[in-house]
């Protein structure tokens, strides 16, 4: 049953745990909330899909007894009764609009848990609810429940239900009363008469059938708007095939006057019945009509265009109506009858027009439909004014796509794909708020995944790195130790001389060898004073300067390196983020801008013999064209080569260069026409090889 929500079911399927169901429909329409009391309605109404579905079993002196649906309503129906006959509820007038509003929701179930065995009790406490001193909205609700809500088929219906009204005089003089002064509640007994008159081919004569068509003719076309109000109040309620091309003139006239005369606030409860009318009409089961129900849905169309215009919250009542309206008529036409985004509504301050919006749309269209729908309006808005949406909207469109999502779980995925690889940022970030917004283990998911997927491969991008650098660390290390040994080794082989030298000298002392003294002290001076130079002055100098520039010329092609790397990974990185996948091709680019660095990073660690020579050139090279950009005679012709004839134009046009085009940020890339980060790296690339 489609009267039954998922919601419904689920509060059904908990209360019952400590309940009886009498019990829990009775709480709620004693102290539930207007959903609740709805709630109520809707299981009586469906109360054997009820049953069927949730096997309701009570124990009863130990034993199991299946309870029936009649056995449910009859229970309820004297627990009802039982409360209205109750001090609180008395039917004298009463200001207070709760007590007011519990009792007419008492009284219609009331009349839907009536059967034949409790029709009269259930008559003898409605007939005290017509006396003078009773509200209009217990006498109104009274004649709906009897006449819409007591089953029909029950026995002598129609009979009792004319002797009831008849007994009790309701509608009275009603020749000698205008229809200007014909009370609502009465509307409902007219039509109703009028609905069936075939059954009261005895009971009423002839004329009194064509006193209440007349009096019904003289409402639709009387100045007073009250009057059609009240009449169409009670056509909603009891819809008549007979009248569908009245109500379809009153509409037409009413909106080809609204040039001339606008809608004024007053007549507000006019428009919105007249809405509940075409509601009401929808369920009117009857051959060759669908060209006047199709028209209805072209007047409420045209009418929501018309309230667009006015600017007066107080029509929103009446904006949501209409797309309740436009539900209904969809479930019987289609996709014959189609609406326009209904932006003005996604983007209205009052957050109910918002949720109908939204459900209105989920109605009409796909689920990834639905929500571009939703985007775009919110994209358009934001840059319209200049700043990002207002919390209540976001919220309101937020908690429409969780009710939407629960109804289909592509919402959510389409949420997440404008939120990865939406056309605009807009788009994007509005896309994570409601997502955000919407809650749930899902969403969070959603919102956690691209982070984790970051954060995960940022991990081991710092891993690798820090792996390099304990590498070149280790290296450095290597080479400060081996530069010690070399410098103990030279120490020693220095210290070995000077003791060779000393004992040369002691030896020729102790031989006497005076006369060698003078060669000894020159060539053994000389000798010191080069091994003095060679070691501590001349060779330690050379080999530290070496030692030193080596391992500058090793840091900076190392620094090089890992910078080059770094830029291609956080490109990468970002690509990855913004797309659900990666073309082949897009992966191959990034292979090659890796390979490229490798092997130059390798070239220049080969060349050992010329490292310094190699160093100083590529500084000169650097510094020779740090000021060097292509012209714009030499794009044109990159671009022409490359068949970007769009790009081409935009550069002739605005007369770009290399230095532009270098310090252009993404919105100026997409301005030209360049969309894709691995293009836009591309070009760069291209175009700095064609300056060096």
Same mark, same amino acid.
């Given at each position: 049953?489609?009267?039954?929500?998922?919601?419904?079911?689920?509060?059904?399927?908990?209360?019952?745990?400590?309940?009886?169901?009498?019990?829990?429909?009775?709480?709620?329409?004693?102290?539930?909330?207007?959903?609740?009391?709805?709630?109520?309605?809707?299981?009586?109404?469906?109360?054997?899909?009820?049953?069927?579905?949730?096997?309701?079993?009570?124990?009863?002196?130990?034993?199991?007894?299946?309870?029936?649906?009649?056995?449910?309503?009859?229970?309820?129906?004297?627990?009802?009764?039982?409360?209205?006959?109750?001090?609180?509820?008395?039917?004298?007038?009463?200001?207070?609009?709760?007590?007011?509003?519990?009792?007419?929701?008492?009284?219609?179930?009331?009349?839907?848990?009536?059967?034949?065995?409790?029709?009269?009790?259930?008559?003898?406490?409605?007939?005290?609810?017509?006396?003078?001193?009773?509200?209009?909205?217990?006498?109104?609700?009274?004649?709906?429940?009897?006449?819409?809500?007591?089953?029909?088929?029950?026995?002598?219906?129609?009979?009792?239900?004319?002797?009831?009204?008849?007994?009790?005089?309701?509608?009275?003089?009603?020749?000698?009363?205008?229809?200007?002064?014909?009370?609502?509640?009465?509307?409902?007994?007219?039509?109703?008469?009028?609905?069936?008159?075939?059954?009261?081919?005895?009971?009423?004569?002839?004329?009194?059938?064509?006193?209440?068509?007349?009096?019904?003719?003289?409402?639709?076309?009387?100045?007073?708007?009250?009057?059609?109000?009240?009449?169409?109040?009670?056509?909603?309620?009891?819809?008549?095939?007979?009248?569908?091309?009245?109500?379809?003139?009153?509409?037409?006239?009413?909106?080809?006057?609204?040039?001339?005369?606008?809608?004024?606030?007053?007549?507000?409860?006019?428009?919105?019945?007249?809405?509940?009318?075409?509601?009401?009409?929808?369920?009117?089961?009857?051959?060759?009509?669908?060209?006047?129900?199709?028209?209805?849905?072209?007047?409420?169309?045209?009418?929501?265009?018309?309230?667009?215009?006015?600017?007066?919250?107080?029509?929103?009542?009446?904006?949501?109506?209409?797309?309740?309206?436009?539900?209904?008529?969809?479930?019987?036409?289609?996709?014959?009858?189609?609406?326009?985004?209904?932006?003005?509504?996604?983007?209205?301050?009052?957050?109910?027009?918002?949720?109908?919006?939204?459900?209105?749309?989920?109605?009409?269209?796909?689920?990834?439909?639905?929500?571009? &729908? +939703? !985007?775009?309006?919110?994209?358009?808005? @934001?840059?319209? $004014?200049?700043? #990002?949406?207002? %919390?209540?909207?976001? /919220?309101?469109?937020?908690?429409?796509?969780?009710?939407?999502?629960?109804?289909?779980?592509?919402?959510?995925?389409?949420?997440?794909?404008?939120?990865?690889?939406?056309?605009?940022?807009?788009?994007?970030?509005?896309?994570?708020?409601?997502?955000?917004?919407?809650?749930?283990?899902?969403?969070?998911?959603?919102?956690?995944?691209?982070?984790?997927?970051?954060?995960?491969?940022?991990?081991?991008?710092?891993?690798?790195?820090?792996?390099?650098?304990?590498?070149?660390?280790?290296?450095?290390?290597?080479?400060?130790?081996?530069?010690?040994?070399?410098?103990?080794?030279?120490?020693?082989?220095?210290?070995?001389? &000077? +003791? !060779?030298?000393?004992?040369?000298?002691? @030896?020729?002392? $102790?031989?006497? #060898?005076?006369? %060698?003294?003078?060669? /000894?002290?020159?060539?053994?001076?000389?000798?010191?004073?080069?091994?003095?130079?060679?070691?501590?002055?001349?060779?330690?100098?050379?080999?530290?300067?070496?030692?030193?520039?080596?391992?500058?010329?090793?840091?900076?092609?190392?620094?090089?390196?890992?910078?080059?790397?770094?830029?291609?990974?956080?490109?990468?990185?970002?690509?990855?983020?913004?797309?659900?996948?990666?073309?082949?091709?897009?992966?191959?680019?990034?292979?090659?801008?890796?390979?490229?660095?490798?092997?130059?990073?390798?070239?220049?660690?080969?060349?050992?013999?010329?490292?310094?020579?190699?160093?100083?050139?590529?500084?000169?090279?650097?510094?020779?064209?740090?000021?060097?950009?292509?012209?714009?005679?030499?794009?044109?012709?990159?671009?022409?080569?490359?068949?970007?004839?769009?790009?081409?134009?935009?550069?002739?046009?605005?007369?770009?260069?290399?230095?532009?085009?270098?310090?252009?940020?993404?919105?100026?890339?997409?301005?030209?026409?360049?969309?894709?980060?691995?293009?836009?790296?591309?070009?760069?690339?291209?175009?700095?090889?064609?300056?060096?």
């Amino acid at each position: 049953m489609s009267e039954i929500s998922d919601t419904l079911k689920s509060k059904i399927k908990i209360h019952l745990k400590e309940k009886k169901i009498e019990d829990i429909l009775l709480s709620w329409t004693l102290d539930g909330t207007y959903e609740e009391k709805k709630y109520t309605y809707d299981v009586l109404k469906n109360m054997d899909f009820i049953i069927d579905n949730f096997n309701l079993i009570r124990k009863i002196k130990n034993k199991e007894e299946q309870l029936s649906s009649s056995n449910i309503k009859k229970n309820l129906f004297y627990l009802v009764l039982s409360n209205l006959n109750d001090d609180k509820y008395n039917l004298q007038k009463s200001n207070d609009m709760n007590i007011i509003t519990t009792r007419i929701w008492m009284i219609t179930n009331l009349c839907l848990t009536c059967d034949n065995s409790t029709f009269d009790e259930c008559l003898k406490y409605l007939k005290d609810c017509f006396n003078s001193n009773v509200d209009e909205y217990t006498k109104f609700f009274s004649v709906e429940g009897i006449l819409n809500c007591i089953n029909s088929q029950l026995n002598d219906y129609y009979d009792k239900i004319h002797r009831f009204f008849k007994d009790i005089n309701l509608l009275g003089n009603l020749n000698n009363t205008p229809s200007e002064n014909i009370e609502r509640y009465k509307w409902c007994l007219l039509l109703w008469y009028i609905k069936n008159e075939r059954y009261y081919q005895e009971a009423l004569f002839s004329n009194d059938i064509k006193l209440f068509k007349s009096k019904v003719i003289s409402a639709f076309e009387s100045e007073s708007f009250e009057t059609k109000s009240n009449l169409l109040y009670c056509y909603g309620s009891i819809p008549i095939y007979c009248y569908i091309k009245k109500v379809i003139e009153l509409f037409e006239n009413m909106l080809r006057s609204e040039e001339t005369n606008k809608f004024k606030r007053f007549n507000l409860i006019f428009y919105l019945n007249l809405v509940r009318t075409c509601i009401g009409i929808r369920y009117i089961e009857a051959d060759n009509i669908e060209n006047e129900k199709e028209l209805l849905h072209i007047l409420l169309f045209r009418l929501l265009k018309i309230l667009r215009n006015y600017n007066d919250p107080i029509w929103n009542v009446v904006k949501k109506e209409i797309l309740r309206a436009f539900r209904k008529y969809h479930s019987i036409f289609k996709s014959k009858i189609i609406i326009d985004d209904l932006s003005e509504e996604l983007l209205n301050t009052d957050k109910n027009v918002v949720i109908e919006a939204c459900k209105t749309l989920h109605t009409f269209n796909s689920p990834q439909l639905c929500t571009n &729908i +939703i !985007l775009e309006s919110l994209n358009n808005e @934001i840059s319209r $004014i200049g700043y #990002e949406a207002s %919390n209540d909207i976001v /919220i309101a469109l937020s908690s429409s796509l969780k009710w939407m999502n629960n109804k289909n779980n592509h919402i959510l995925e389409s949420l997440e794909e404008q939120m990865h690889r939406g056309s605009t940022d807009i788009i994007r970030n509005t896309s994570r708020r409601i997502i955000s917004e919407m809650g749930g283990s899902n969403a969070i998911k959603k919102l956690d995944f691209r982070n984790t997927l970051n954060n995960n491969y940022s991990c081991r991008i710092d891993k690798a790195q820090n792996d390099v650098e304990k590498l070149f660390t280790s290296t450095i290390n290597d080479a400060k130790h081996g530069f010690r040994v070399s410098l103990i080794m030279d120490i020693i082989v220095f210290l070995v001389g &000077i +003791i !060779l030298i000393c004992v040369s000298g002691f @030896i020729a002392i $102790i031989n006497n #060898e005076t006369e %060698n003294w003078a060669g /000894i002290t020159a060539t053994g001076g000389t000798g010191v004073l080069t091994i003095l130079y060679s070691l501590f002055l001349s060779k330690p100098r050379e080999k530290v300067k070496e030692a030193v520039t080596h391992l500058m010329y090793l840091k900076i092609i190392f620094l090089g390196y890992i910078r080059e790397l770094n830029q291609i990974d956080q490109c990468f990185n970002q690509n990855l983020i913004e797309s659900d996948s990666m073309p082949t091709d897009d992966i191959k680019v990034y292979s090659d801008s890796i390979n490229f660095v490798m092997n130059s990073c390798v070239q220049l660690l080969s060349n050992s013999k010329n490292n310094i020579e190699l160093l100083k050139n590529k500084l000169n090279d650097n510094e020779n064209n740090i000021n060097k950009y292509a012209t714009t005679d030499e794009l044109v012709k990159y671009f022409r080569k490359e068949n970007e004839n769009d790009i081409l134009e935009k550069i002739t046009e605005n007369n770009i260069d290399g230095e532009i085009l270098e310090s252009m940020d993404r919105s100026g890339w997409i301005e030209l026409g360049v969309d894709s980060s691995i293009k836009q790296a591309k070009i760069q690339k291209d175009i700095k090889d064609i300056v060096v």
